[in-house]
């Protein structure tokens, strides 16, 4: 009689749960609100949920929802100790290679194109970025890291980011600061 039970309360709480996913979507601001702040509370743990409120997230346009949906998933969300065989790469701020990849760089530099000193702001692992007055593409040198020997380098960074770094180590640059 008690499995019975607690299966009926598992199919009432999805239930519930599916309800709630479908109403981020409502019209009614103060109505996804509420929503948001239902889910906080019955949703910890559900990879659905999380799944849910990310999406919702990447999607809406109102600032004070979008602060909302980010505490709502800090509160679902569960952290599952790791298993002891996985690797457990640095944290960024032991990593300075990866550290400096990751960050943005605000850079002066001389156009080859419209020869105008121009400001740039980019990302450390890449090597393109277009000129803010003419428009064409400049390259630059992209200082060796110890993301490249590492070997798990690309783990650390991002593998997209990883593969813009190699490249444009391989393909070098030409601004001038």
């Not at 390259?139 to 593998?159: F, H, L, M, T, Y």
């Amino acid at each position: 009689m008690i499995s019975i039970f607690i299966m009926n309360d598992h199919i009432s709480n999805t239930t519930n749960i599916s309800l709630l996913l479908q109403n981020l979507y409502h019209e009614s601001t103060e109505r996804v609100r509420q929503t948001l702040e239902e889910i906080g509370k019955v949703g910890k743990g559900n990879h659905e949920v999380m799944k849910a409120l990310q999406e919702f997230l990447q999607k809406e346009k109102q600032m004070p929802l979008r602060i909302l949906a980010a505490q709502t998933i800090s509160r679902v969300k569960t952290i599952a100790p790791r298993p002891t065989e996985e690797f457990k790469k640095p944290g960024i701020l032991q990593c300075p290679g990866a550290e400096r990849i990751k960050r943005v760089e605000i850079i002066d530099v001389l156009c080859p194109h419209c020869h105008r000193e121009v400001t740039a702001s980019i990302a450390g692992f890449e090597y393109e970025f277009a000129c803010e007055n003419c428009g064409e593409m400049m390259q630059r040198d992209i200082a060796e890291s110890c993301i490249e020997k590492c070997p798990v380098g690309s783990k650390c960074v991002g593998e997209e980011r990883y593969q813009k770094y190699l490249k444009g180590r391989r393909l070098g640059g030409n601004y001038k600061t």
